[in-house]
């Protein structure tokens, strides 16, 4: 399957914090074709384990399969639906969305907004805050309650489009990005020879407190850990300094969140190789799989490479898909000299 | 029938650059009527004549064109800056799938991440001058060869059928366009006693202007203008009108900013729904502005505005209930075929 493809089929598969079943069981699939063994967790959390020539190691990566959303919170006269927030929203983004509810049958619905028509004047300064959105089926109030109920997952209506280039723009790019490189990295992984052995994980509830990553890295226990997702990717009105490159390759994070040394030999590796990458810089613990990875039961010494995205939890999430072929190719490479590395400097 | 309105709401045509509409509508309803032409401006011209003597002539408008956006600018890095046409709220704007010029261009208008804003800047809507419209263009070059300064946008929407409700874009005024479409597409024993001229105007939504040469044009004794109006029976505050209600029958309106509707006319279409047991309900706010108003002063027109109620116009998406826009069919049907004897 095309890379692009999959990039289709991850970012359109429903899966916000908690109900993760859907796009879980799409990357077990994927997985399976990839790894030795491939399973789904009782929390959702998609495990994928390629077996080393040694197995002397774990290396984990791991990517979250959350994305945000809404939950039905309650139903109004008329059949208007009220909706809570799963993970962090810009109110502004809202209004006039398509969005889609996962009840006992799809039921798509917009946010509502108010034509010019009918404003007041003074309207148009004003954001209309999330507890006074609402979403609108059309349906009748009868209809919407026999087919929905409270707590129903509601997601943006999804279409991932190919634009100029290699940008790709959808909604839940945040992380589905992330998930493309441990696939992307799997596929060139078996081209070569790696001695440890590779555990390629989906997280879930990672908006919500990364909480995924905590539960996965306890169980495996890992003696390295890679955290890949998405960071700021370059946009007018946002300083340089807080956003990355699109199409200048994976970012590398520093930072107290990750070991030093291994960022340095993952970023020398990619000099070696001539892989284009950028550096992040994040000066506290972040809000990636790696803040809680890191101090996962014995502790984890942690890397993390990100996919700039423009956009971040807007529902046109902008990428280059070269950065994540770019990342996908220096994990690869730094999967089969993991073993090396980490005698050299962790020890 | 919501086939055609299926087709017409997916079709692209921002003010002043109808064409792909155009085209559509001279397809659809050309082997209906008995000659179709343009103007300079693009309004396009149906005649459908009638065998009876003396019958009245009657201007049926719809006007193509729809609300979007005009790319005004390319910045350095490839982001295109655009101005709205037309009555667009720039606060719908934000985080929107767009479609640019005809060979239709993929493009996104983004924001600022929430986790990078200060504490309060959620609070404030982004302006205009805030916003871009981003292609993947990598730099001014390689995005000014895909959209030249001037091309068109409208939302990427796409129609949708849910049980008793469609969604889609455009509904003002594709809404009023297939209705007068299937009009025009009688049946063959089917012949309505008035003369008719039915214009689809071009650009309505920046200022009546398409319709402004009509009543010179054709010289017509009544005007009837098709719309797709504001329905606002959703949660707002309780004093404020709900202007139209779905699901109440298709609207007449008294009179809005440009025109008041001819007592006439409207008593001949609440009447006809009275006897064909249709539903119908009057439009209670008077914003807003139809082609009517800068035809019925032009000679002295009779006019009147039939609606179809749809809830968030000029918005990427708006919701019709497929029984009104049945109804708005039948009552001007009905009203157009009985229009001699009551008047």
Sequence with gaps: ?????????????????????????????????????????????????????SSAGKVMMAAHIDQIGFLVHTFEEGGFIRIAPIGGHDPRVLPGQSVIIYGKEIIRGVIGTTPPHLQKSGDTGKVTALEELYVDTGLKEEDVKTRLQIGDPVLFDNVC??????????????????????????????????????YMVGTVQEEVG??????????????VGIAIDVTFGDFPGIPDRQTSKLGGGG?????????????????????????????????????????????????????QVSIPLRYMHTTVETLDLQDIRRAGRLLALFAAHIDEIHGEVVG | MIHVLEKFSNAIGVSGNEDEIR??????????????????????????????????????????????LMVTGTESNGLLRFSPVGGVDSRLLVSKRILLGKERVPGVIGAKPIHLQDRNEWKSPLPLSALYIDIGASDEKEASAKVPLGTFGTFQTVFESQRDVVLGKAFDDRAGC?????????????EYPVHITAVFTVQEEVGLRGASILAERVRPDYCIAFEGTTAGDVPRGVSESPSTEMRKGPALSFMDRTAIGSDKLINHFSQTAKIKNIPYQYKK???????????????????????????????????????????????????????????
């Design chain 1, 1 to 53: 399957m095309k890379t692009e493809d999959m990039l289709k089929a991850l970012t359109e598969a429903p899966g916000i914090s908690g109900s993760e079943e859907d796009v879980a069981h799409l990357l077990r699939n994927y997985f399976a074709r990839l790894t030795d063994e491939a399973f789904i967790d009782k929390f959702n959390n998609v495990i994928g384990i390629k077996k080393g020539t």
């Design chain 1, 161 to 198: 489009t190919r634009m100029a280039g290699d940008y790709y723009s959808a909604a839940a790019m945040d992380n589905r990005a992330g998930v493309l490189v441990l696939l992307e990295t799997l596929r060139i992984l078996k081209g070569l020879k790696h001695q440890w052995d590779v």
């Design chain 1, 210 to 223: 990364t909480r995924g990553g905590a539960l996965t890295a306890y169980e495996i226990k890992p003696d």
């Design chain 1, 251 to 303: 970012a590398v994070a520093v930072g107290p969140n990750f070991h030093p040394k291994l960022t340095e030999r993952m970023i020398a590796l990619a000099r070696d190789w001539e892989i284009p990458f950028q550096k992040e810089f994040n000066p506290r613990p972040g809000g990636t799989d790696a803040v809680s990875m890191q101090i996962a039961a014995r502790g984890v010494p942690m890397v």
């Design chain 2, 23 to 68: 085209a559509l509508i001279e397809e659809t309803i050309k082997d209906h009527v008995e000659s179709v032409s343009v103007d300079f401006m693009g309004n396009l011209y149906a005649v459908k004549p009638t065998k009876a003597k003396n019958a009245p002539h009657v201007l049926l408008v719809a006007h193509m064109d729809e609300v979007g």
């Design chain 2, 178 to 190: 297939s209705l007068l479409a299937e009009l025009l597409m009688t049946e063959n024993d089917e």
């Design chain 2, 285 to 343: 706010t008077v914003s807003g502005g139809t082609d009517i108003g800068v035809i019925h002063i032009k000679g002295g027109i009779p006019s009147m505005v039939l609606s179809v109620p749809v809830r968030y116009i000029h918005a990427p998406k708006g919701i019709l209930a497929v029984e009104d826009y049945k109804n708005a069919i039948r009552l001007a049907k009905e009203a157009l075929m009985n229009f001699k004897e009551v008047l």
